[in-house]
């Protein structure tokens, strides 16, 4: 029972997530940790973070291992496939027509960055919780990976790497 709710739940995340990863993050939270509870808000913040130091995708990362935490090597291997299965779907489905749609229907394409860009928000705000922000060293040190970011222009693995480092130092 428990791989047929991995496999409908992944797969409904998937097939209705736009914009990658990061947007589906907000999904994810939703499903997993307030409907199902499969995991800890602790535990889905560990995972987002260290989704962003491992190879992947970030979704399939925390589907991996979400199933792997419910289900063991089955569970995992079922969460990821199912919320990679529809894009895949689709991406067959659709393939050849998805560029030509660009073009005739452009109002679309803007929307959907929009969305993306908002789900993409939903995500770093749910973030942003008492359990991620314990002081104010941790305050400081997100501030400061996003300011590196934003007006330094520093690439994501460049802050990643030393906010890694500063976090060793500080805690």
Same mark, same amino acid.
């Given at each position: 029972?428990?791989?047929?709710? *991995?496999?409908?739940?992944?797969?409904?995340?998937?097939?209705? !997530?736009?914009?990658?990863?990061?947007?589906?993050? @907000?999904?994810?939270? !939703?499903?997993?940790? $307030?409907?199902?509870?499969? +995991?800890?808000?602790?535990?889905?913040?560990?995972?987002?973070?260290?989704?962003?130091?491992?190879?992947?995708?970030?979704?399939? !990362?925390?589907?991996?291992?979400?199933?792997?935490?419910?289900?063991?090597? =089955?569970?995992? #291997?079922? $969460?990821?496939?199912?919320?990679?299965?529809?894009?895949?779907? =689709?991406?067959?489905?659709?393939?050849?027509? #998805?560029?030509?749609?660009?073009?005739?229907?452009? =109002?679309?394409?803007?929307?959907?960055?929009?969305?993306?860009?908002? +789900?993409?928000? $939903?995500?770093?705000?749910?973030?942003?919780?008492?359990? !991620?922000?314990?002081?104010?060293? @941790?305050? =400081?040190?997100?501030?400061?990976?996003?300011? $590196?970011?934003?007006? *330094?222009?520093?690439?994501?693995?460049?802050?990643?790497?030393?906010?890694?480092? +500063?976090?060793? *130092? #500080?805690?």
């Amino acid at each position: 029972m428990i791989y047929l709710k *991995l496999f409908f739940t992944f797969f409904k995340i998937g097939l209705f !997530n736009f914009g990658g990863g990061y947007a589906m993050i @907000s999904f994810l939270q !939703n499903e997993v940790i $307030a409907k199902q509870a499969w +995991l800890s808000t602790a535990q889905f913040t560990d995972i987002v973070a260290v989704s962003q130091v491992t190879p992947g995708p970030v979704g399939i !990362n925390l589907a991996t291992y979400t199933g792997y935490t419910t289900g063991g090597v =089955l569970g995992a #291997l079922i $969460a990821t496939v199912a919320v990679c299965l529809p894009s895949l779907i =689709l991406l067959i489905l659709a393939g050849k027509y #998805l560029f030509a749609t660009r073009e005739k229907f452009p =109002l679309v394409w803007r929307v959907l960055r929009l969305v993306v860009v908002g +789900l993409i928000a $939903a995500a770093a705000l749910t973030l942003c919780n008492g359990e !991620n922000f314990v002081d104010y060293k @941790s305050v =400081l040190l997100c501030a400061g990976a996003f300011l $590196a970011v934003w007006k *330094l222009k520093r690439g994501p693995i460049t802050v990643l790497f030393f906010s890694a480092v +500063l976090g060793l *130092l #500080l805690y």
